[in-house]
């Protein structure tokens, strides 16, 4: 049985060109970039490449790139690092209920540490409201977080917009672009943001390495302390196969996005299209265009969403109910029900996100299999009250 793979959002397979790139800096280019022997410049050489690639694709300065473990830990300095450089000015951040784990993780761990959090609600389709930004600023706020996607239901948010409010002011502004790099363009001074987080698994990389875009003259403090790498704010030696993975696989999401974004958005179409026609009681989560060319979320009424995905995985096909790091906890997704959705709408969600490897023929056999499991599992639910 041929595997289709419908979980990008999740995370990607790394290009077989990615991989080669990195080989040699296991071996023969094993040199540690502070050495300043050859060996070591080699490899100092191919991170430098690497930055440059990483700033060029979104607008930034070399300089301004500095490499982290993925995304998580891009996202974690930021939020960590504009807090406690910046506590005599203030102690607010104002963030959204919809955050990645990444997002909410370190704003509860400050909370707990006397920073003041407000969490914005967003509407039916996930969006954050630009007069509730504007609302929730004070004088003692000193960064805006906002993803720039939603990873669960592909919403894209007016971050442009909110970055225009963030500057006017005087308020730093963060964004998780996590999930939009290699989708939609990336671009620091387009988005006004002062601090971008992205992640080499998502866009056919390697995992554990990414990267945080810091606006020169942003202040932060350092988040690793030890050595003097990446200018002395995130200390260890650098991970030079990934980061040479994470240069290449952002030299591929550079030159394939923009006819990449086309061919999913029509193959996320038909697949929306179909199963609507053919599943009753289904419904689209997330904004009906302002979303991700390969996000797929929906709900579907008086199933379980793991009943599904099991039942998809027998037949070879992957999906997600929710986050990757959620999926393990049967709770409903903060994200759905932060849009309104009642527990039982939430916990019947299946989310497809589709990638490079996906046809056309992969979605007709989603649409040709999934209306049969709903159908089966209505037939023996404890939640179906309304019988069709
Ligand atoms: N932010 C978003 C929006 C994500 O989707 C993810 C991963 O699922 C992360 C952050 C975390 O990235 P990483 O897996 O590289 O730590």
Redesign the pocket.
Known sequence: MRRIYLDH??TTPTYPEVVKAMLPYFTDAFGNPSSIYSYGQEARGAVEEARTRVAELIGARSEEIIFTS???EA?NYALEGVAYANERKGNHIITTSIE?H?VMGVCRFLERRGFRITRLPVDKYGLVDLQDVKRAITDKTILISV?HAN?QVGTIEPVEEIGKIAREAGVYFHT?A??TLGHVPVNVDKLKVDLL?I?A??FYGPKGV?ALYVRKGTRLVSFMHGGEQEKRRRAGTENVPAIVGLGKAVEFAGQEMGKEAERLAYLRDKLIKGLVEKIDHIRLNGHPTRRLPNNVNVSVDFVEGESMLLNLDLEGICASTG???SSAILEPSHVLLALGLPPEQAHGSLRFTLGRENTEADVERVLVVLPGIVAKLRAMSPLLKTPK
């Open positions: 959002a999740a993925g995304g998580t996202d990645h990444a993803m990873n998780d996590v999930q987080a992640s698994h998502k990414g986050s990757a790091c």
